[in-house]
């Protein structure tokens, strides 16, 4: 059973355009939510999280947005750079974990398209 | 400061041969993890720490298992090597504050056949 679902495994958007990315989670436990993103033959990097408590957090080109009661979150990028061109993946933690343990999405592909 | 460095990059092993997948970190973290991706699916926990000395089972622990001796490393080990264990195989750690968020190594490409 995924907990989190990223239901668009690619999306291509043109350079300068805003791109957004989606996911939806079953959990209502989970209370702090991250964005990872991957380039080929790497490890992911953090990108931006947002806690529970919150519905926007904002960093440069970068803004998630978390609606709790449609349990859905979305990473708004814009405007949207070739160099954004990777896998992204959506996470969340457990309210009360001791391990700082994350459960991830299975990813959606940007394309930013010259 | 290196970060998570994984060894080795790629490996490709026979059936029922064992293997030690290398990781370290160089941040003091307390928190380590391992996770591997398949294709297609996010990644998936196998075993993490919540310090030296200290491991715990995750999502999918079974052909697999870890140490933590020092608070750099933490290995993790395949004993009988199955095509299902082929896979990417990722470490990371984390600051035991508050922070969330994970340091991934670059990762090790494992093939099963």
């Known amino acids: 059973d995924q907990q989190v679902k990223q239901n668009s495994p690619s999306l291509s958007v043109q350079e300068g355009r805003i791109s957004i990315l989606n996911c939806d989670y079953t959990n209502s436990m989970f209370d702090y939510f991250l964005w990872y993103k991957k380039y080929p033959a790497e490890g992911p990097t953090f990108l931006i999280s947002i806690s529970s408590i919150k519905d926007k957090n904002e960093d440069g080109r970068f803004t998630v947005f978390l609606n709790k009661s449609a349990k859905h979150l979305s990473l708004h990028i814009v405007p949207s750079q070739p160099g954004d061109s990777a896998v992204y993946f959506c996470a969340a933690r457990v309210s009360g974990g001791s391990a700082r343990q994350l459960t991830f999405g299975s990813g959606t592909q940007l394309t930013v398209l010259p | 400061n290196a970060g998570v460095t994984q060894t080795p990059k790629f490996r490709i092993l026979k059936i029922g041969q064992s293997m030690t997948l290398q990781c370290t970190q160089d941040?003091?973290?307390?928190?380590m993890y391992w996770y591997r991706q398949d294709p297609g699916m996010g990644l998936k926990l196998i075993y993490y720490s919540v310090g030296a000395g200290i491991t715990d089972k995750g999502e999918v622990p079974n052909g697999y298992n870890v140490s933590r001796s020092t608070t750099e490393d933490f290995p993790l080990r395949l004993e009988l090597a199955a095509p299902s264990q082929t896979s990417v195989y990722f470490c990371a750690s984390s600051y035991s504050t508050e922070s969330y968020e994970q340091y991934f190594g670059p990762g090790t490409r494992l093939t099963v056949t």
């Open positions: 941040m003091n973290h307390n928190y």
